[in-house]
């Protein structure tokens, strides 16, 4: 293992790499915020916040351990843990929609919050998703 903490003359797929790690954990911790402040009590199904945040978190810091050490297990691990928080974040995301199709507040308790809390959770999914997938890239581009 080859641990290299330079930045200087690295392929793209290096600084893929740490756009998606940086990106992964301050989504995480963005989410974790926003969860506390405004989502949490006003849900009445399960909440896997508990499962989403760490597995993004740690998902970015394992594709940041791949970029600077080269291991492309790290690598694999990380995107499978984003795959992971994307597909808990994905199942909470169907109760807000159903709220928002259906026009009644039956899993977000307060009915004027449940747009917000649809749009707080569509616009994690689709950044869940962005992250997953440019993780996936990123393992099969070239290395340093």
Request: net charge neutral; glycine share 6%.
């Amino acid at each position: 293992m080859k641990l290299n903490l330079s930045f200087k003359n690295r392929s793209i797929g290096f600084y893929l790499r740490i756009a998606v790690a940086a990106l992964a954990i301050i989504a995480a911790i963005a989410y974790l915020i926003i969860d506390l402040t405004v989502i949490k009590g006003n849900i009445s199904f399960q909440d896997f916040t508990s499962v989403v945040v760490p597995c993004a978190f740690v998902g970015g810091l394992l594709v940041a351990a791949n970029a600077f050490t080269g291991i492309m297990l790290l690598d694999l691990a990380g995107t499978v843990l984003l795959a992971i928080s994307l597909g808990q974040h994905l199942s909470m995301s169907c109760y807000p929609w159903a709220d928002m199709a259906t026009g009644v507040p039956f899993f977000v308790n307060n009915g004027a919050l449940a747009s917000t809390v649809s749009s707080i959770y569509t616009a994690f999914v689709v950044l869940f998703a962005v992250l997953m997938l440019a993780s996936t890239v990123g393992t099969f581009m070239d290395r340093d």
